[in-house]
Nanobody
Framework: QLQLVESGGGLVQAGGSLRLSCVGS????????MAWYRQAPGKQRELAAT???????NYADSVKGRFTISRDNAKNTVFLQMNSLKPEDTAVYYC???????????WGQGTQVTVSS
């Protein structure tokens, strides 16, 4: 089992920055591919960024160049640094972990990010 707890959301003006954190409980964090998803009001959940167990990263085109995902396995934590925020980044951001060898798929409870214009 892997429990995920996000933090770091809040209200920020356009052009500002926020850093989201997701702490995982359980030793399998180190073998999990991690991701940040987001869901805006009235829209489907979408993938924002991923980081593999080998720290390979990928980003949605909408956040590329502005967001950076990273992980610290010693602290069981994955981060999402968000810079140059735009009102369209407003969403609930969810942390996700996938362990392919077990089929495990875990989600956090989400953290709200609101960007005002």
């Amino acid at each position: 089992q892997l429990q995920l707890v996000e933090s770091g959301g809040g209200l920020v003006q356009a052009g500002g920055s926020l850093r989201l954190s997701c702490v995982g409980s359980g030793s399998i964090f180190r073998v999990a591919d991690m991701a940040w998803y987001r869901q805006a009001p009235g829209k489907q959940r979408e993938l924002a960024a991923t980081i593999s167990t080998t720290t390979t990263t990928n980003y949605a085109d909408s956040v590329k160049g502005r967001f950076t995902i990273s992980r610290d396995n010693a602290k069981n934590t994955v981060f999402l640094q968000m810079n140059s925020l735009k009102p369209e980044d407003t969403a609930v951001y969810y942390c996700n972990a996938r362990v392919f060898r077990t089929g495990g798929d875990y989600w956090g409870q989400g953290t709200q990010v609101t960007v005002s214009s």
